[in-house]
């Protein structure tokens, strides 16, 4: 059984604490944050947790194990920091940290000292995208050739981060799970239409060791709320739609063949349509396994799939395509 402390009960914190609280190996629970009536609320509805609106508090009391960190992206990596410092498994919402120096002392210190480093990336904990992964890994597509993602809505526009800090680790993560590795380049052009110098859209190209290339689009500006992936493979194709009701998944028997020719300068191109295929796909609320996988590894001695090595990743991606933003 594990005390753990958690910080940040504004938008996302409250929905941790509710899976935190729901998690048998946690025992006790400290909320914290600066607003009183925030913690008041919480205190209402889940009994028996401790609250403090002093941080230091939580860092110094010695039966604290872990924290969880949902505060804005900037305060990530000195809270972090100085829970790491006083012995205490980390989890962090997502970015890891505002910059790669960041987030690789992050990991520094939590390696050298023992300790659990985990990144709030939800969708890797997510049926649908295991499920993708688990097709990717069966080799039904194929080699992966790429991958198109669009994840836009009308809002909520950031006064901190631009719109590639804030959507766009969901698809960097989910990618970069699939793929097994991080891209070797990363590109990106986008502006900032509604509030000066916080671009609020943005195309990003990715290239990766394999030959694999992806493209995600991003924006806080768009008509309707899209969250869709097309993974292309050099034998099918998959689709997932996580704003599809049912079927979030499709596998389409899809694809083109190049005939070899008969005679000099002569090729043909065979085009195949198939079956179109949805699977059944598990159940279950990511967060609950987020929190769960968190606590099991600090129990354990594991290392979580969304670990600090994995949020590293995702912000040297984020560091890389918010220079190209930047220099274009």
Avoid at 79 to 90: C, P
Avoid at 250 to 260: N, T
Avoid at 293 to 313: C, Q, W, Y
């Amino acid at each position: 059984m594990l005390n753990v402390g958690i910080v940040g009960l504004g938008y996302w914190g409250p929905n941790l604490l509710r899976n935190l609280y729901a998690n048998s190996r946690s025992d006790s629970i400290t909320i914290c944050d600066a607003d009183q009536s925030r913690i008041n609320r919480m205190l209402s509805r889940y009994p028996g947790l401790k609250s403090t609106r002093s941080f230091d508090e939580i860092v110094n009391d010695d039966s604290i194990d872990a924290v969880v960190v949902a505060t804005d992206v900037s305060s990530h990596y000195p809270l972090a920091k100085k829970a790491l410092l006083a012995g205490k498994h980390v989890f962090v919402e997502k970015p890891f940290a505002s910059s790669v120096q960041q987030a690789e002392e992050l990991v520094e210190i939590a390696e050298k000292n023992g300790l659990v480093t985990m990144v709030g990336h939800t969708f890797m904990f997510s049926p649908p995208v295991n499920k993708a992964r688990e097709i990717i890994e069966s080799g039904v597509l194929g080699d992966i050739q790429f991958i198109t993602s669009s994840r836009v809505n009308l809002g909520l526009h950031q006064k901190d981060v631009s719109v590639i800090w804030d959507l766009a680790p969901h698809d960097f993560s989910m990618i970069f799970y699939w793929l097994g590795q991080e891209p070797t380049h990363v590109s990106a052009f986008g502006h900032a239409y509604v509030l000066e110098g916080i671009p609020d859209v943005a195309f990003i190209n990715l290239e990766f060791p394999s030959g694999s290339i992806a493209n995600v689009q991003v924006a806080w500006l768009a008509p309707s709320k899209l969250r869709r992936t097309v993974i292309v493979g050099s034998r099918k194709m998959l689709v997932y739609d996580d704003t599809e009701p049912i079927e979030k998944i499709k596998v389409y028997d899809k694809g083109v063949e190049l005939i070899e020719p008969e005679s000099f300068g002569e090729y043909q191109l065979s085009y195949r349509t198939g079956d179109i295929l949805s699977p059944k796909i598990g159940t279950g609320e990511p967060l609950a396994a987020e929190m769960e996988e968190f606590l099991s590894s600090i129990e354990t001695g594991g290392n979580p799939k969304s670990s600090g090595r994995e949020g590293l990743a995702v912000v040297r991606a984020l560091e890389m395509a918010d220079s190209s933003l930047k220099s274009s």
